[in-house]
Each structure stands twice: as structure tokens, then as C-alpha cells.
């Protein structure tokens, strides 16, 4: 049996990996995350967003746009990319998972 990355947290809803179900998870504990000194941002440039593929798409998106490269152009491509590819949304996930684990400056997803 393959055990999701969510398993370590006692709230996760599933022992077995089902990357449709952790990605929801994932994406609904961001939604519920608070951050008031962040709300704005947060707001802005994640949770405006319907599910976790269309923010990681913006975010990456603003992230790596230049002059001659639009973040719209970019947005496209990873929205499409994370459709084409349900590897990669869990291979996200799974580093959302660890970096939350591992890294003791990120206390929320949305750190991530």
C-alpha cells in the first residue's frame, strides 16, 4: 500500500495515496488557514483562486514572468501543464507536504 504524505498529519482524511482527495485536502486547508497580516495577499494571489491547480498556476505564473514573457502566457501554460499531468499536481502537493513537515518557518500551507 502507497501512503499519501498526508498521513502524518492527524487530521488527513486518507492512509492510501488518492491525489485527487489529498490535493482537495490540501487546497481546503489553505482555504481555512488565517493570516491577518496576510490577508490581502493571501487573498489575492491564492485563495481568489477555485482550486489548488489555478493558484499554483498564478502564483508560479507571477513568479517567473519577465518583460517578454507574460505571467498570463505562463498561467495558461502551468494550468494546462497541471491538466495534461496528474503527476505533477501530487508531485506539488507531496513538496507542500514536506516543506510544511520540514521546514519549521512554514506553521501554514500558505507559507509554502
Not at 498526508?6 to 481555512?32: G, T
Not at 498570463?72 to 494546462?80: A, G, S, W
Not at 499531468?85 to 509554502?112: E, G, I, N
Amino acid at each position: 500500500m502507497v501512503l499519501s504524505p498526508l498521513s502524518r498529519y492527524s487530521s488527513a482524511p486518507m492512509q492510501a495515496a488518492d491525489p485527487d482527495k489529498e490535493a482537495s485536502w490540501v487546497w481546503n486547508d489553505i482555504k481555512a488557514e488565517s493570516e491577518p497580516a496576510l490577508a490581502s495577499y493571501l487573498y489575492s494571489t491564492i485563495l481568489s483562486h477555485s482550486t489548488l491547480d489555478r493558484s499554483l498556476a498564478f502564483h508560479l505564473g507571477n513568479k517567473l514572468c519577465s518583460s517578454t514573457l507574460l505571467s498570463t502566457l505562463l498561467y495558461d501554460l502551468f494550468l494546462n501543464m497541471f491538466s495534461v499531468d496528474p503527476d505533477l499536481r501530487s508531485a506539488a502537493v507531496a513538496d507542500l507536504c514536506v516543506a510544511r513537515s520540514r521546514d519549521p518557518a512554514c506553521v501554514l500551507f500558505s507559507h509554502c
